[in-house]
């Protein structure tokens, strides 16, 4: 397929700033926001029927003008089917600096940890014409976190020494405190990032440290909803896929089978396999949670359509047209224009019918992005 096939004009007014929340005025003129992450609107698409729910249903089956939230989705599963989370947790890898002598602002966005004892970390800067290998940059004020540039790895990449003397523990509480959750440019460049990010931008199930950025599909998920789902016998399974800004990376061929993806550190245990594998032979829905999960399982899935336990890397990308080995229903989030998780969504629904839930999204004010709307691909 060609890049010109996914794209598409999204206003700037349907991307979405914050999650879904409601807003109170108090009395001394503050506006006050509560969040409610199990609140987006939810499309349900049927690819083997070709039909798209936007509504919810009375008694008798028909349409009411009551959207679909993302609650909602307990209707569309059984007892015994299982989901597959992806429990990656954030850092807060966005620092803000300044040069030294100049005290250039230069914002520095940690992208991993190269080398624990040296204090190593690959990262990339903004301005980037204005860091060269040599300088130091200070992130405390005039406290000690102090870092050189060692070495260029991009355009926009660089390698960074911190010059900090303690335990790696201290050195990284230190560091990260002068962090700020990671959330998209997009957002970033409309709004100032703020302490509620720290919480809205993590899922409630983060165990395993190393992302950059949030699995955002499974930001849907409160405790109110994962309990929900316990009563009603639905099995959670976690596997763990560190997310990369590689697809936030912009594809510069029109030829898709020309592009290479990032790649991303996943790991897939026993457990894991175990219960994933029983339900699929039993005939229960298997259900990956985000485009993170689904190219990570997609990764690890043998020629007997069953997980395989994977400690490793992947660059997988996945486009139209592909035939998943493993899962038979999928929860994605509506992403910007040309990206490759739009492109793994319509691998996975049909590019037909994705694309013209995409054009009822964009009509009916739906909300894209992370913080956006969510789909439901099911099988039937």
């Known amino acids: 397929m060609k890049l010109s096939q996914f794209k598409f004009k999204l206003p700037e007014e349907q991307i979405a700033l914050y999650p879904p929340h409601r807003v109170f005025n108090n009395d001394d003129g503050s506006v006050e926001r509560v969040y409610q992450r199990d609140r987006c609107r939810l499309m349900v698409l049927h690819r083997k029927s070709q039909k798209i729910d936007l509504w919810q249903k009375d008694v008798n089956g028909n349409d009411t003008q009551e959207p679909l939230n993302f609650r909602n989705i307990v209707d569309y599963f059984n007892e015994g089917d299982t989901f597959i989370f992806n429990d990656t947790a954030v850092f807060p890898a966005r620092l803000y600096g300044t040069k030294e ?98 919480v809205n931008f993590q899922t409630i199930y983060a165990r395993h440290e190393g992302a950059v950025t949030a699995p955002s599909t499974g930001l849907h998920f409160s405790r109110e909803l994962m309990k929900m789902m316990e009563i009603r016998g639905f099995q959670n399974a976690f596997i763990t896929a560190h997310c990369s800004l590689g697809a936030f990376d912009p594809i510069e061929v029109e030829d898709l089978t020309k592009h290479k993806m990032n790649s991303e550190q996943i790991i897939i245990g026993h457990d894991a396999c175990q219960m994933v594998n029983q339900a699929k032979q039993a005939g229960n829905k298997i259900c990956v949670v985000g485009v993170s999960t689904a190219r990570a399982t997609e990764s690890a899935v043998g020629t007997d359509g069953l997980l395989k336990e994977y400690d490793g890397w992947t660059n997988k990308f996945i486009f139209p047209p592909y035939e998943f080995g493993l899962s038979n229903s999928m929860l994605a989030n509506f992403y910007h224009p040309e990206s490759t998780m739009m492109m793994c969504t319509a691998a996975f629904g049909g590019y037909e019918l994705v694309i013209e839930a995409y054009n009822l999204a964009l009509q009916n004010d739906f909300k894209f992005g992370c913080y956006g709307d969510c789909m439901l691909i099911l099988d039937d």
Do not use: Q
Request: charged content about 35%; overall charge negative; aromatic content about 10%.
């Open 101 to 198: 002598k100049t005290d250039a602002k230069i914002e520095v966005f940690l992208l991993r940890e190269l080398n624990e004892e040296l204090r190593l970390w690959d990262v990339l800067v903004e301005p980037a014409r204005k860091i060269r290998i040599g300088n130091k940059l200070f992130f405390d004020g005039d406290g000690p976190m102090v870092a050189e540039v060692i070495d260029n790895t991009t355009s926009r990449g660089r390698t960074l020494r911190f010059l900090y003397d303690c335990p790696h523990d201290e050195f990284k509480r230190l560091l990260f405190s002068l962090g700020s959750a990671p959330v998209p440019r997009y957002i970033v460049d409309r709004r100032p990032v703020d302490d509620d990010d720290t």
